[in-house]
Each structure stands twice: as C-alpha cells, then as structure tokens.
C-alpha cells in the first residue's frame, strides 16, 4: 500500500486547473530544481473517481498544490493490486511545496489515469488506503459514488442498537458520544446524544471533574439509514410539533425534559 506523505495546506488559496495524465508518464510541471528540491506526495485530496475507457480506466481527480512556480510534477496514475472485490490505487506526485519558500501556496485541480487493463465491473476502487467509491448505486455514471464512514452499503434504518450508532456516526456531534434511544418506530427515531468535556480524568471522587453536553436529535429512516432532521431540548410533544408536526404523538408524549448535564 502506499506510504506517500500527505502534503496539507492551510489557509491556502485556490485556482482551479485540469490537467490530465497517464499511469506512467505524465507530469503536470517540470521544473528546474534539484532533486533535493521536490518530495514524493499524495493528494490534498481525492475529489472523485469515474471510469473511462469502457471500464477498463479511471481517472481520479485530485487536489494538488500549486503557486508562482512549478509546484507538481511527474504526476502518477498505478493499479497496486486486487483483492476481496476491491481495486486498489495510487496516485502520487513530486513537489517542493513542503519548502516554505518556494510559493506554492495555492492549490490546483489534476486528473490521474489509471489503467486497469480489464473492465472495472461492479468491484469498488480504494485510493492511497483511504477513499473508497464504487459503481453500486452510482447516480451519475461514470462517475463512481463515493463510500461513506459506514462503509459503501450501509444497513437500513432499524430500531436496533446498531442501527443507533450508525445514526449517532452520521450527526454532525463529537466522535465518542453516547446515546440513549427515546422511541422509535419504521419511520422515525429519537436519541439523546451525550458528550463528555473538559480534560480525561479518573472519577469525581478522585477530585476529577468533569461536564458533559447533552443534545435530543430526531430522525427520519431514509433507504440509506437514519437521517438526521432536526434537534429540540422541550419535554413532550409541543416543542418538536413546531418543526417536525408529523412526529407520531407516541414518540414525543413522554419525552422529559432534556439533561443539560
């Protein structure tokens, strides 16, 4: 697998440019530094894949770095290997964005060709170990859909514990939250999410404290899993009504007064 670093860029500025190449032969710049100048580096970031060729290609598009001087060059498409239905790719490329002098503060759209060399079919692409898109359920072919944190088939929304915590992963709250399932039914769900704060430490006994933020979400079940709809703290059904007025009564009656914790 690949072991490229990751060029990351802060505060950067933006110009979009395609440009297009080969497994194997393209370069987007040549420069005239010295080797010393340029570092092997992988995307910023992989802003879709989609095949070509019929299949038997595919061409990643990514964000590079990108200035007043050359800041890409010998920009490299390569099939790694295949295995368990899965495609995996590289893309690389040489820059001298690293150097703090060297200008390259911006960042540009490329376009890497990988040639597989047979029809990609219904197997899912991996690039650089990370992005995961597969042609199942894609929207706009060629154009592959990317995968998401719950992997590229998520489980359809159900009242079952592992259902709760795909919907907790798909809101937009803290990583290691708890949740505790308030009503659910085929179509709606209701959780109120926990989220410890402040610095890790033992129990309060030991002089440790510590506070925590509490959030009640409601979802909607869609064919991908819980969607999240909406987020109100009131007791029974009247706050909830206002912005959501087809939440079953059964699911809203009882709710208590959010714990701000």
Same mark, same amino acid.
């Given at each position: 697998?690949?072991?490229?670093?990751?060029?990351?860029?802060?505060? @950067?500025?933006?110009?979009?440019?395609?440009?297009?190449?080969?497994?194997?032969?393209?370069?987007?710049?040549? #420069?005239?530094?010295?080797?010393?100048?340029?570092?092997?580096?992988?995307?910023?970031?992989?802003? #879709?894949? =989609?095949?070509?060729? #019929?299949?038997?290609?595919?061409?990643?598009?990514?964000?590079?770095? %990108?200035?007043?001087?050359?800041?890409?060059?010998?920009? =490299?498409?390569?099939?790694?290997?295949?295995?368990?239905?899965?495609?995996?790719?590289?893309?690389?490329?040489?820059?001298?964005?690293?150097?703090?002098?060297? #200008?390259?503060?911006?960042?540009?759209?490329?376009?890497?060709? $990988?040639?597989?060399?047979?029809?990609?079919?219904? =197997?899912? $692409?991996?690039?650089?170990?990370?992005?995961?898109?597969?042609?199942?359920?894609?929207?706009?072919?060629?154009?592959?859909?990317? @995968?998401?944190?719950?992997? @590229?088939?998520?489980?359809?929304?159900?009242?079952?514990?592992?259902?709760?915590?795909?919907?907790?992963?798909?809101? %937009?709250?803290?990583?290691?939250?708890?949740?505790?399932?308030?009503?659910? %039914?085929?179509?709606?769900?209701?959780?109120?999410?926990?989220?410890?704060?402040?610095?890790?430490?033992? %129990?309060?006994?030991?002089?440790?404290?510590?506070?925590? $933020?509490?959030?009640?979400?409601?979802?909607?079940?869609?064919?991908?899993?819980?969607?999240? $709809?909406?987020?109100?703290?009131?007791?029974?059904?009247?706050?909830?009504?206002?912005?959501?007025?087809?939440?079953?009564?059964?699911?809203?009656?009882?709710?208590?007064?959010?714990?701000?914790?």
């Amino acid at each position: 697998m690949l072991g490229a670093v990751l060029t990351v860029l802060a505060g @950067c500025g933006s110009k979009s440019a395609e440009t297009a190449a080969t497994a194997g032969a393209g370069e987007v710049t040549t #420069g005239a530094g010295t080797a010393a100048d340029w570092t092997l580096a992988a995307p910023i970031r992989i802003d #879709g894949v =989609r095949t070509t060729d #019929g299949g038997r290609s595919l061409a990643v598009d990514a964000e590079v770095p %990108d200035g007043a001087r050359d800041c890409v060059r010998s920009l =490299r498409g390569e099939l790694d290997t295949v295995e368990h239905g899965t495609v995996h790719v590289k893309v690389t490329y040489e820059t001298r964005s690293l150097d703090q002098d060297s #200008g390259c503060t911006g960042t540009q759209r490329v376009t890497a060709t $990988v040639k597989l060399g047979e029809s990609l079919g219904s =197997r899912r $692409v991996m690039v650089n170990s990370m992005d995961v898109y597969t042609p199942v359920g894609a929207t706009k072919p060629p154009a592959l859909r990317q @995968c998401g944190e719950n992997g @590229c088939d998520p489980t359809p929304p159900r009242c079952t514990s592992s259902s709760y915590q795909q919907a907790v992963n798909d809101t %937009d709250i803290s990583k290691h939250t708890s949740w505790e399932e308030r009503g659910c %039914d085929d179509t709606w769900l209701v959780l109120d999410l926990s989220t410890r704060m402040g610095p890790a430490c033992g %129990d309060a006994g030991d002089g440790c404290s510590s506070s925590g $933020v509490s959030q009640r979400w409601f979802y909607r079940a869609e064919a991908s899993g819980w969607r999240p $709809v909406a987020t109100n703290g009131d007791a029974g059904c009247a706050g909830i009504h206002k912005v959501l007025p087809d939440l079953p009564e059964r699911l809203c009656v009882a709710l208590p007064r959010l714990d701000r914790g």
